[in-house]
Protein backbone atom coordinates (compact mmCIF):
# COMPACT_ATOMS: atom_id res chain seq x y z
CA UNK A 1 0.00 0.00 0.00
CA UNK A 2 1.44 3.37 -0.62
CA UNK A 3 2.24 4.71 2.57
CA UNK A 4 0.98 8.15 2.06
CA UNK A 5 -2.47 7.89 0.55
CA UNK A 6 -4.83 10.44 2.08
CA UNK A 7 -7.16 7.44 3.35
CA UNK A 8 -4.23 5.99 5.57
CA UNK A 9 -3.35 9.82 6.75
CA UNK A 10 -7.41 10.13 7.83
CA UNK A 11 -6.95 6.70 9.34
CA UNK A 12 -4.14 7.63 11.97
CA UNK A 13 -5.70 11.11 12.45
CA UNK A 14 -8.93 8.96 13.55
CA UNK A 15 -6.48 6.96 15.85
CA UNK A 16 -5.14 9.76 17.45
CA UNK A 17 -8.16 11.55 17.91
CA UNK A 18 -9.57 8.06 19.38
CA UNK A 19 -7.03 7.89 21.82
CA UNK A 20 -6.76 11.03 22.67
CA UNK A 21 -11.02 11.08 23.50
CA UNK A 22 -10.62 7.80 25.24
CA UNK A 23 -7.85 9.19 28.19
CA UNK A 24 -10.48 12.01 28.20
CA UNK A 25 -13.45 9.95 29.15
CA UNK A 26 -15.17 10.49 25.89
CA UNK A 27 -15.99 7.00 25.19
CA UNK A 28 -19.00 7.58 22.55
CA UNK A 29 -16.03 9.78 20.41
CA UNK A 30 -12.93 7.21 21.00
CA UNK A 31 -15.92 4.53 19.61
CA UNK A 32 -16.29 6.17 16.07
CA UNK A 33 -12.86 7.43 15.97
CA UNK A 34 -11.50 3.83 16.40
CA UNK A 35 -14.07 2.36 14.02
CA UNK A 36 -13.05 4.78 11.17
CA UNK A 37 -9.64 4.49 11.49
CA UNK A 38 -10.11 0.45 10.54
CA UNK A 39 -12.42 1.14 8.35
CA UNK A 40 -10.34 3.45 6.46
CA UNK A 41 -8.12 1.60 6.86
CA UNK A 42 -9.94 -1.03 4.97
CA UNK A 43 -11.29 0.78 2.04
CA UNK A 44 -7.82 2.11 1.30
CA UNK A 45 -6.98 -2.07 1.40
CA UNK A 46 -9.91 -2.70 -0.58
CA UNK A 47 -8.47 -0.20 -3.58
CA UNK A 48 -4.69 -1.06 -2.91
CA UNK A 49 -5.63 -4.79 -3.87
CA UNK A 50 -7.99 -4.23 -6.57
CA UNK A 51 -10.32 -5.84 -4.28
CA UNK A 52 -13.78 -5.93 -6.65
CA UNK A 53 -16.11 -4.40 -4.60
CA UNK A 54 -19.34 -3.17 -5.66
CA UNK A 55 -20.35 -0.96 -2.92
CA UNK A 56 -21.53 2.18 -3.37
CA UNK A 57 -22.61 4.58 0.07
CA UNK A 58 -26.07 4.35 1.26
CA UNK A 59 -28.08 2.35 3.68
CA UNK A 60 -25.65 -0.81 4.43
CA UNK A 61 -22.72 0.32 3.07
CA UNK A 62 -20.81 -0.35 5.65
CA UNK A 63 -22.02 -4.05 6.56
CA UNK A 64 -21.45 -4.69 3.21
CA UNK A 65 -17.84 -3.50 2.89
CA UNK A 66 -16.56 -4.98 5.70
CA UNK A 67 -18.34 -8.00 4.35
CA UNK A 68 -16.11 -8.06 0.87
CA UNK A 69 -13.39 -7.16 2.97
CA UNK A 70 -13.56 -9.94 5.67
CA UNK A 71 -14.50 -12.42 2.54
CA UNK A 72 -11.17 -11.42 0.53
CA UNK A 73 -8.93 -11.72 3.31
CA UNK A 74 -10.04 -15.21 4.94
CA UNK A 75 -9.39 -16.20 1.23
CA UNK A 76 -6.40 -14.80 0.98
CA UNK A 77 -4.17 -15.12 3.96
CA UNK A 78 -6.09 -18.69 4.65
CA UNK A 79 -7.28 -17.77 8.38
CA UNK A 80 -7.63 -20.26 10.79
CA UNK A 81 -11.27 -20.83 12.51
CA UNK A 82 -10.10 -18.46 15.70
CA UNK A 83 -8.67 -15.55 12.98
CA UNK A 84 -11.39 -16.00 11.21
CA UNK A 85 -13.82 -15.54 14.56
CA UNK A 86 -11.85 -12.73 15.25
CA UNK A 87 -11.79 -10.43 12.03
CA UNK A 88 -15.50 -11.13 11.49
CA UNK A 89 -15.77 -9.10 14.81
CA UNK A 90 -15.68 -6.17 12.50
CA UNK A 91 -19.19 -6.58 12.46
CA UNK A 92 -19.80 -6.27 15.81
CA UNK A 93 -17.08 -3.13 16.39
CA UNK A 94 -19.67 -1.31 13.69
CA UNK A 95 -22.80 -1.77 15.57
CA UNK A 96 -21.41 -0.03 18.29
CA UNK A 97 -20.33 2.44 16.38
CA UNK A 98 -23.85 2.90 15.56
CA UNK A 99 -24.91 2.73 19.14
CA UNK A 100 -22.22 5.35 20.35
CA UNK A 101 -23.06 7.41 17.21
CA UNK A 102 -26.51 7.52 17.22
CA UNK A 103 -28.48 6.11 20.57
CA UNK A 104 -28.67 7.99 23.75
CA UNK A 105 -26.80 5.34 25.76
CA UNK A 106 -23.66 7.08 27.38
CA UNK A 107 -20.61 5.05 27.68
CA UNK A 108 -19.03 4.25 30.59
CA UNK A 109 -15.43 2.81 30.86
CA UNK A 110 -16.44 -0.72 31.82
CA UNK A 111 -18.98 -1.04 28.95
CA UNK A 112 -16.32 0.52 26.58
CA UNK A 113 -13.85 -2.00 28.01
CA UNK A 114 -15.76 -4.83 27.46
CA UNK A 115 -18.30 -4.26 24.68
CA UNK A 116 -16.07 -2.36 22.55
CA UNK A 117 -12.16 -2.05 23.21
CA UNK A 118 -11.23 -5.40 23.74
CA UNK A 119 -12.95 -6.45 20.68
CA UNK A 120 -11.15 -3.76 19.05
CA UNK A 121 -7.70 -4.75 19.98
CA UNK A 122 -7.69 -8.01 18.85
CA UNK A 123 -8.80 -7.13 15.56
CA UNK A 124 -6.84 -4.17 15.49
CA UNK A 125 -3.86 -6.82 16.73
CA UNK A 126 -4.49 -9.48 14.19
CA UNK A 127 -4.78 -7.11 10.98
CA UNK A 128 -1.66 -4.61 12.31
CA UNK A 129 0.59 -7.06 13.63
CA UNK A 130 -0.23 -10.91 12.20
CA UNK A 131 -1.63 -10.28 8.95
CA UNK A 132 0.28 -7.28 8.50
CA UNK A 133 -2.17 -5.57 6.39
CA UNK A 134 -1.37 -2.36 7.06
Known amino acids: MVEGSNLRIKAKHNYKVADYSERRRFFEVAISRYYYYLYQNIIDYINMN ?47 RHSADYSDQIWSREIFEKDFKEVFTMVDNLIREELQLW
Open 50 to 96: SVENMITSGQGSHYKTLDVFIKYVSSKKNLDGENLQIISMLQKLRKA
